[in-house]
């Protein structure tokens, strides 16, 4: 999993073409060797993740904390199984890890 510093972040509501619900993430990062990376996604609610508003949450506070704090964040996407995995600051102060894994359904745009 690549490792980048979080510049910026935008995260808002949307719909696919098909009419199902979604949200929309939008990542800037600074990788290692100081270049500029901009990915979006579409993150879709799913078994392990049914609603949208914990989704959100989840996102929305650990790139936060990312962005604030100057942390770094983890991001693997995966195109042929349709999901992305966000390695996050953990808001559990009982893990040992700093980060946490969520593995979302999603498609890269």
Known sequence: MAN???????????????GINCL??????????????????TLLADDNYTSLQTIDGIVRTGLTEA???????GVSDFEARFYV??????SNKQ???SKEDYRFTAHKQ
């Open 24 to 41: 929309v993430l939008e990542l800037e990062m600074e990788n290692s060797n100081g270049n500029i990376d901009k990915r979006s996604y």
């Open 95 to 97: 893990s040992r890890r």
């Open 85 to 90: 995995t966000l390695s996050l600051p953990s």
């Open 67 to 73: 962005k604030t704090k100057g942390l770094k964040i």
């Open 4 to 18: 980048y510093k979080l510049i910026d972040y935008n995260l808002m509501q949307g719909t696919t073409s098909n």
